[in-house]
């Protein structure tokens, strides 16, 4: 992977002084990817897996504080048994050999999503992957498996409604928000989403409420940090006003 040294991010007007907090990927377009190159659907997807261990390490170098992918929906479970399984054994091939590089690369990772649907043996992976790296600071790597914005959004309120039997304590969005599984965390600045679709498809309904987006058509494999540069100086164009005026119409 090329990094950008400082220059050659200011060349390209990528300013590391304004970059966003909570940068949020889905992870599209692997099958696409293969079949262009006569592959398995399942190539892509381990290819993709390569793109996101080296997405991740650009984004600790560059100085991002947290960092949300989707790595599988709720919806997903609709795909052929063969394909849903081969995610799940790079998946596990993917947190077995982080597992053992986490004290090198100190990523912090946390997973979203209701996990008790995946196997004994990724529920373990996950635990322990969760614990080596509570003790990191740097960048946070939320990774959503058998996630799903509703879900997210019931399972929330199935928690409030038990809380205000016990309390009555009345619901503000805040409260709210500390039953979602990104609890604490700022909502994502930028949501990226390559391969060319422009749809949300259940990711970060909650979250998503003034983040930019940015689409581009590159597949998920081919994504890289010039991609990602790319879609920063985009984010850095924006004009977020999150339902206010500009400062100086004021
Ligand atoms: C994203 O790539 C990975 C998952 C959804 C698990 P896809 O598998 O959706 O790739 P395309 O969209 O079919 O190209
Ligand atoms: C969204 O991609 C989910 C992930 C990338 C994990 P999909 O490929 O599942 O979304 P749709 O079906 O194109 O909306
Ligand atoms: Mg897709």
Known sequence: MKLFGKKEAQAGQLDLTRLPRHIALIMDGNGRWAKKRGLPRTAGHAAGAETFRRVATYCKTIG????TVYAFSTENWQRPADEVKAIMDILEKYLQEAIETMERDRVKMKF????????????TLIAETEKISS?????QVNMCV?????????RAAREYAEEYKATGVPLTEDLFSRYLFSAGLPDPDLIIRPSGEMRISNFLLW?????EFYFTDV?????????????LIAYQHRDRRFGGIKEREK
């Open 219 to 231: 597949l998920w494999p081919d994504f890289n940090a010039r991609a990602l540069d790319r879609a």
């Open 207 to 211: 979250q998503s409420a003034y983040s």
């Open 146 to 154: 058998n996630y799903g914005g509703r879900d997210e959004i019931v």
């Open 64 to 67: 991002i504080e947290y960092l």
């Open 112 to 123: 979203f999503g209701d996990i008790s649907f995946l196997s004994q043996k990724l529920r």
């Open 135 to 139: 003790r990191f600071d740097g960048v």
